[in-house]
């Protein structure tokens, strides 16, 4: 979860990593830090805490230095401290790294080390590379990061610089991001592309178990036993100020208002004008999804809720099973796959390690494998038989917006290409659900020109001490999305719950002091949540509803109402999370919190 930047070339560097690390921060704020090749050997700079106290403590004094490296860290092994703070030294001072990432088998390899005479400064797993490469580094950086590499286990990428070298940056992945950026007389490694998106768009993506050694003039690439390889450069469509928050306050508000925009992007040239949808970019065929005997989504978080969502449409439109399971659980309960399963990993990033790691054992054991995600390159869209991009574009918030509703609109794509090809609804059925679809993206338009009403209702509960969220069918899977939220931007205690399921328990935690959300569109289980919304009036609690314009019960028995237009309820689960969206968003804000950075999380996560 950590973030990376390193930098060889002409110009003074300094600069240009501290302004990578900032595009970085969302990756990680416990502590950051750079270490520059400067006339006399290696000078780092080290801080607790976000980003500006590393630019406080690296001062304003000016570098020649044109070879260096930094890091922001999310802490996995030892608390947030100046010790543990990133980039770590060997012992004689000669070397020094970065690391994102965990490193299985530190314990180990400590003691060893030590054994050998090493003494550590750290509580850190990361710092034990240095070591390793120090051990090795007489046979030259490259050759040393090659030793370092296959001496560890577990999810890593690294970095590395040696006084000895003072020209060079060494890096490698693991099942952790990694990427290159190719630079007029100037080469990059970052966690992310936006780290260097101002200097350059051409890019390199790295293969687990690359090596790669950067100079100003270019990269040498190498496996970890020294066999030479060729990687392929690419331009990505994005620019740099896509990376900036284009006027808005925050980046999750520039990212919820973008999301008209992504859905007629992830919609193009796939839903047609007749209704129909064209899926043939992502290469799976009628015949196999007609001999599809069942299916797993595996994701985590946001994109768990999405498959969540369309699951019940895959299996209301497509009559195909489907089972969805938290990524990090599906892995380790010996599922039972075959060649008519398919399994649909969905993961933004492309690099959330327990996704990556259920799509594995899925296509170890012989069931095809297909990849919902936002990176283009990214290790999923690597390792996956097949690949449905969304469109998002670059998302720099930490809590996922727009990423989250261009992923129900692929994956509702997805439904509607099965329902066509197993002939499970009629043309003109499929047809009117495809229209429908491609309204979302102006619908969501005018529900951001709402938002008026969503703030004034945050204002009026942003002090409550506990949130209880409940829907039916796919309105509760958008519950847990909207709860999702607000737990992680206001850190408000929140519950979401299928509706008939609260008096199984959750109805005990009600009284005069807790609003209600439910998610109530005009869909078929609608009648139920009128009985539901009753019992929680009955107890005194203040109904807040999301509810299709019109809705005279709603209106009666809320104390507010998010109104959403009208649509069939298949879709709808696109435009009821924009309110909860906005109503987290407004909430924290009136808090004082940081949206863009909420306290102990990360944009991506790399490790187990």
Partial sequence: MCGIVGYAGRR????????????????????????????????????????????????ETSS?????????????????????????????????????????????????LTARGHEFKSETDAEVVAHLIEEHVDEGLTAAVCAAARALQGHHAFCAVSADEPGAVVGTRNQCPLVVGVGDGEMFFASAIPAFMAHTRTVIVLEDGDVVTLHADGAEFCDVAGAPLVREETVVPWDDAAAEKGGYETFMLKEIHEQPAALRDTLAGRLLEDGTVDLSEVGIGDEMLRRLRRIFIVACGTSYHAGLIVSYAIEQLARVPVQIDVASEFRYREPVFDPDTLVIGITQSGETADTLAAMRLAREAGSPVLAICNVMGSQATREADYVLYTRAGLE????????????????????????????????????????????????????????????????????????????????????????????????IPTEAYAAGEMKHGPIALLDKESPVVVVADDGPVFPKLVSNIEEVRARGADVIAVATDGNEVIGELSRDVLWVPKCDHHVAPILTVVP????????????????DQPRNLAKTVTVE
């Fill in 12 to 59: 003074p560097c300094k600069p240009i990593i501290l302004d990578g690390l900032r595009r970085l921060e969302y990756r990680g704020y416990d502590s950051a830090g750079i270490v520059l090749i400067e006339g006399d050997g290696l000078q780092t700079v080290r801080s607790v805490g976000n980003l500006d106290a590393l630019f406080a403590a690296a001062g």
């Fill in 396 to 491: 720099i918030g930490v809590a996922a917006t727009k990423t989250h509703t261009s992923q129900v609109a692929a994956l509702l794509l997805l439904a509607l290409r099965l329902a066509w090809a197993r002939g499970a609804r009629t043309e003109d059925e499929l047809k009117r659900l495809g229209h429908e679809l491609r309204a979302v993206p102006e619908l969501v338009q005018q529900l951001l020109e709402r938002d008026t009403a969503v703030s004034a209702i945050a204002q009026r509960y942003h002090d409550e001490r506990f949130f209880l969220y409940l829907g039916r069918g796919m309105g509760f899977a958008v519950c847990l999305e909207g709860a999702l939220k607000l737990k992680e931007i206001s850190y």
């Fill in 64 to 112: 020649k230095a044109t070879v260096g490296l930094g890091h922001t860290r999310w802490a996995t092994h030892g608390r947030p401290s100046h010790e543990n703070a990133h980039p770590h030294d060997d012992c004689t001072g000669r070397v020094s790294i970065v690391v994102n990432g965990i490193v299985e088998n530190y314990k180990e390899l400590r003691a060893e």
């Fill in 580 to 595: 909860l969206q906005l109503l987290a968003y407004h909430i924290a804000g009136i808090k004082g919190l940081n949206v």
